[in-house]
C-alpha cells in the first residue's frame, strides 16, 4: 500500500522538473533506515543521502537548524559543525523539530533545504559517485539523482562533515 502523496513529495518533483533534473522514481516497501532502503534499492551505503537536522546554538540567544548530508555509511561530525559555526552546541533536533523543518516524517527527510531556516550541508565525499539515492519524502518512494544535477539544483555548503573512521 502507498503512502498518500504530501506537499514535501510535490514540491521535491516540482523542483526537479524546473531544474531540468534526470532523475529515476524507485517505488519499494515502506523503509526509513538508511541501510535497509539501500539494500532495497540495490545500492551501496556510499550513494545513499543520509539527511540529519541538527540543532546549532552559538550561545545563549542564537538558534540554527543544519540540514547535514553525509554518505549512508558515515556519521556526521558534530563537533566539526561546531567548529564551522563557532556554536557553542550542536545536537540532534527532536523528532518533531525535525518533521517541521524538513516537512516530511523521520527517514524521509529530504536533501533539499526548502524551510527558510534550515542551512544545507553536504560532505563532498557524498557527491563522488554519479548517482545518489534518497527517500522522497515517502517512505515507499525514492530517487536516484545524478551528482551534478544535485549540485546545481540544492546548491549546498560544500564542508567536511565526515566523522573520522
Known amino acids: ?23 529515476r522514481l524507485i517505488d519499494h516497501a515502506p523503509e526509513g533506515q538508511t541501510e535497509a532502503v539501500s539494500a532495497l534499492r540495490g545500492h551501496s551505503l556510499k550513494q545513499a543521502a543520509k539527511c540529519l537536522i541538527l540543532i ?18 558515515a556519521r556526521v561530525d558534530t563537533a566539526r559543525i561546531r567548529e564551522l559555526y563557532g556554536a557553542t552546541y550542536v545536537g540532534f533536533t527532536g523528532a518533531e523539530q525535525a ?7 523521520a527517514g524521509t527527510v ?6 527558510p531556516d ?31 544535477d544535485y549540485l546545481r539544483i540544492a ?4 564542508e567536511r562533515i565526515v566523522q573520522a573512521a
Open 1 to 23: 500500500m502507498h503512502e498518500p502523496v504530501n506537499d514535501m513529495y510535490r514540491i521535491l518533483i516540482e523542483r526537479l522538473h524546473e531544474g531540468q533534473a534526470s532523475y
Open 56 to 73: 546549532v546554538k552559538l550561545g545563549k540567544k542564537v538558534t540554527r537548524f543544519v540540514l547535514a548530508l553525509v554518505p549512508g555509511d
Open 99 to 105: 518533521e517541521k523543518l524538513a516537512g516530511s516524517v
Open 110 to 115: 529530504l536533501p533539499f533545504a526548502f524551510h
Open 118 to 148: 534550515l542551512e544545507l550541508i553536504a560532505d563532498p565525499s557524498l557527491l563522488e559517485g554519479e548517482t545518489m539515492f534518497f527517500n522522497a519524502a515517502r517512505l515507499d518512494r525514492s530517487i536516484e539523482l545524478p551528482t551534478s
Open 155 to 158: 546548491r549546498p555548503r560544500l
